[in-house]
């Protein structure tokens, strides 16, 4: 599988909805956006981790490299959800 364009990928995480409000009836789960985010850069050879924080809350761990090895890995580490 070849990535988007930046372009589509733009419009499809603008797309996605993920609201992440203290209001619950405006709160929307923000999984979406991390699957999204997670299959793209697993096809750039990230190790990709999803971490549930809440229901339907969730962080992306992405790191490249080895961390085996002393070479310092590249970590994308995202959080599109509000702190509680």
Known sequence: ?????????????IASP???CT???WDQSNRA????????LGE???ACEIQEVAPGKA??????????TTEKP???SCRTS???
Request: charged share 10%; hydrophobic share 50%; aromatic share 8%.
């Open 1 to 13: 599988m070849s990535l988007p364009s930046l372009q589509d990928q733009f419009a499809a995480l």
């Open 18 to 20: 993920s609201v992440s």
């Open 23 to 25: 209001q619950p009836h």
């Open 33 to 40: 956006v991390i699957d999204l985010l997670a299959n793209w």
């Open 44 to 46: 750039l050879g990230f």
């Open 59 to 68: 962080n992306l761990l992405a790191i490249h490299g080895r961390a085996q």
């Open 74 to 76: 590249y970590v994308a």
């Open 82 to 84: 509000s702190p509680r």
